[in-house]
């Protein structure tokens, strides 16, 4: 009998992402996962005892990064500076959203390490957040943006920007720079 095949990380986190954005959380299954890596399925189960498990650990590895991405934004200077290139990293990872709405169908009670990995997810997002409403809150004592704004209005454009369909197919740098301009501009022309 032949060595079973084994797989990184990062390969499955690569399969297991590009799987969930083709089927959805509830097609989304080992066997489909194991034909796409090449390997038996019980070569998956070396390494998650359920898809549960693996999702929610892949979730954990995508928000991870999107974090560390955000953090390296941390010494720019000018809080609007920040925010713009803040807007590239969503765009960056603009599939997140969507791998994020699964977590409201994972059953948490599923197993210990599940849960551990949804707490996980939970931290994650408050301190994503968090960062982004202080980098507004600063743009707006620094006199960069509107006060009378309410900086969860702000963080919410931004957030959602990433969803808006880019129908002109401008390249993406032109693409972020538009939602940019919509964003802190506005769309209502201004009088000289």
């Known amino acids: 009998m032949g060595r079973k095949r084994k797989i990184n990380k990062l390969e499955l986190f690569q399969s297991t992402e590009k799987l ?3 089927y959805g959380y509830d097609q989304f299954h080992f066997k489909i996962l194991a034909k796409e890596l090449n390997v038996a399925r019980s ?4 390494y998650f005892a359920n898809k549960e498990e693996l999702v929610t650990e892949y979730m954990c590895d995508l928000m991870g990064r999107v974090n560390l991405e955000l953090i390296k934004l941390k010494p ?3 809080p609007l500076d920040r925010l713009k290139r803040m807007l590239k990293v969503f765009f960056t ?4 959203h969507n791998v994020l709405q699964i977590a409201h169908v994972i059953n ?5 390490k599940v849960e ?4 996980k997810l939970d931290n994650y997002h408050h301190e994503f957040f968090g960062m982004i409403i202080s980098w507004i809150q600063e743009g707006q004592e620094k006199g960069e943006l509107r006060p009378e704004i309410s900086s969860s209005i702000i963080a919410g454009l931004f957030f959602t920007s990433i969803q808006i369909p880019n ?5 993406p740098d032109e693409w972020r720079e538009a939602i940019f301009q919509a964003i802190c501009e506005g769309i209502i022309q201004k009088n000289s």
């Open 20 to 22: 969930l954005l083709i």
């Open 43 to 46: 070569t998956v189960y070396d």
């Open 76 to 78: 720019i200077q000018s």
């Open 93 to 96: 990872f603009s599939h997140i």
């Open 108 to 112: 948490r009670g599923t197993s210990e």
């Open 116 to 119: 551990q990995n949804m707490q």
């Open 167 to 171: 129908m002109e197919n401008l390249k």
